[in-house]
């Protein structure tokens, strides 16, 4: 199921981030898995879209509702929580390289299943 209906979908998104500069990965062919980026300027993109993400879009309008905003002290403290969250997502996105991890589960994901039915084509040859 993962290889059949969530990989092809995932191997076109990423087609279009890749596009968009957006992900710092790509799907090899000829590998057949997802590898992350080598490019020095798609990966300056990246940071550069990461920076314009930190700065405009979403954390200084939260910082600033948070800070004058018209909130009361508890959706404040709440506010702080995820204010919180969000910064350190995208500092965690910055190094990417230091931690391929979700890389590598859909990569495994996708291995496994690919031995699995490949086991199971042994056993029930007629079904395949």
Same mark, same amino acid.
């Given at each position: 199921?993962? /290889? /059949? =209906?969530?990989?092809?979908?995932?191997? @076109?998104?990423?087609?279009? +981030? @890749?596009?968009?500069?957006?992900?710092?990965?790509?799907?090899?062919? $000829?590998?057949? $898995?997802?590898?992350?980026?080598?490019?020095? @300027?798609?990966?300056?993109?990246? @940071?550069? =879209? +990461?920076?314009? %993400?930190?700065?405009?879009?979403?954390?200084?309008?939260?910082?600033?509702?948070? +800070?004058?905003?018209?909130?009361?002290?508890?959706?404040?403290? =709440?506010?702080? %929580?995820?204010?919180?969250?969000?910064?350190?997502?995208?500092?965690?996105?910055?190094?990417?390289?230091?931690?391929?991890?979700?890389? =590598?589960?859909?990569?495994? +994901?996708?291995?496994?299943? $690919?031995?699995?039915? $490949?086991?199971?084509?042994?056993?029930?040859?007629?079904?395949?």
């Amino acid at each position: 199921m993962y /290889t /059949t =209906q969530f990989f092809p979908l995932l191997v @076109r998104h990423l087609g279009l +981030c @890749r596009l968009l500069k957006s992900v710092p990965a790509k799907f090899d062919s $000829k590998l057949e $898995k997802i590898v992350p980026v080598e490019n020095p @300027r798609d990966i300056t993109i990246f @940071r550069i =879209q +990461c920076i314009i %993400s930190l700065v405009y879009k979403y954390t200084v309008a939260m910082f600033l509702n948070l +800070c004058i905003g018209p909130l009361t002290v508890p959706k404040k403290f =709440q506010g702080v %929580s995820f204010f919180l969250i969000y910064v350190l997502l995208l500092f965690f996105k910055w190094n990417y390289h230091l931690d391929i991890a979700p890389i =590598q589960v859909v990569n495994s +994901c996708v291995k496994f299943e $690919k031995k699995l039915v $490949k086991g199971w084509e042994n056993f029930f040859p007629s079904y395949f």
